[in-house]
């Protein structure tokens, strides 16, 4: 019997990732006492290229085990069980801000009319994630996302007495049963450059693009902060949130990657779900991958901490790993890491 159970095991394993929550014998799934990060993608993503980037991420895995085992859900994910690291990407945000446009003036109009159940979905990725990535197509975050995020602020009050209840049977903090949630995210922001002449100007632009991003992380700072949700649904960690991805480009899936095998799936997912924002067949000169290469750039005018490299690959490795290093010194900053030094085990994700 066990024999067959690790033969099944194996079918779901490939190059050291499992689909979250994996459907194997809990038991046999490696490394379960580990910490691990949680990282999720929401964003117009599912409307670039007009495919699915789950669709990409399906046919990229091969034997489609990036799934939960749940009718429609509104997940996908996996473990990368090397680098302790799980990646989630919530499907249907597009479709949830493209009612928010018909229905901006009537918020609770969504509750009625939206599937509840999808709700609570996103309501929990923001529950249990250290780093929420916002993808955007242009120069400006969505004001759509203000109403979203008042949403979700919404259902966390709602929920909080039933998520209470179920973080109680889970080894965790008291502090996190307290807050009703396993984590406090870091919002991030990932922005891509439209195919006009100005924006390719600007990319070449090292100082003004630079700019850009301190600009806009300034403004989405304030932005969130007089809508309180600052600390109450998530956190904005200084001006390294935002990543400004150059335009009429796929990045090349070794750049500032040398350190990483051939073979990591979790890195080549991240830039093959980024690569589904490249503008294709703009003219002649773009129509081929190899000559839609991104400009080879060195960021003189970073912030402090933030990598020379401009891929959206090391902007997501710093950041980790500066989440890593603020857990390991306890930042007494944090109060969320104060009262929480080590990150849940992976048991906690897959119960």
Known sequence: ??????????????????????DIDFNLLPHKTKSAVVVTFIGSLDSFNYKLTTSLADDFLKLNPFSLPCVDSSIKGYYDVERKIIFLHYRDSEELLRQ?????????????????????????????????????FGT???PRYILL??????????????VETILKLIAISPY??????VACPRLLFVFKLPPTIAAR???????????????LSLQIYNVFQESGLLDKLFTIDGFHTVRVLLPDCIEPIKVGTECYADDDLAQQMLERILSCTGISSLTSDFDTKSKRQP??????????????????AAFLESNVSNLLEDIEYNDAKDPYLKNLPELPSVKCWFI
Request: aromatic share 14%; glycine share 2%; proline share 3%.
């Open 1 to 22: 019997m066990s024999n067959s159970f690790e033969r099944k095991a194996m079918s779901f394993y490939r190059a050291g990732r499992f689909a979250v929550p994996p």
């Open 100 to 136: 928010l446009l018909f229905n901006y003036k009537k918020c609770q109009k969504i509750f009625d009319i939206w599937d509840s159940y999808k709700l609570k979905e996103l309501f929990f990725l923001f529950s249990v994630s250290h780093f929420i990535v916002i993808t955007s």
């Open 140 to 142: 400006s975050l969505d």
């Open 149 to 162: 995020f008042k949403m979700i602020n919404h259902l966390r009050l709602e929920l909080y007495s039933s």
């Open 176 to 181: 996190c049963v307290s807050m009703a949630r």
């Open 201 to 215: 100007n600007l990319a070449k632009n090292q100082k003004a693009l630079a700019n850009l991003e301190r600009n």
């Open 295 to 312: 400009l080879q750039l060195k960021n003189e005018y970073s912030a402090p901490g933030a990598p020379r490299n401009r891929s959206f």
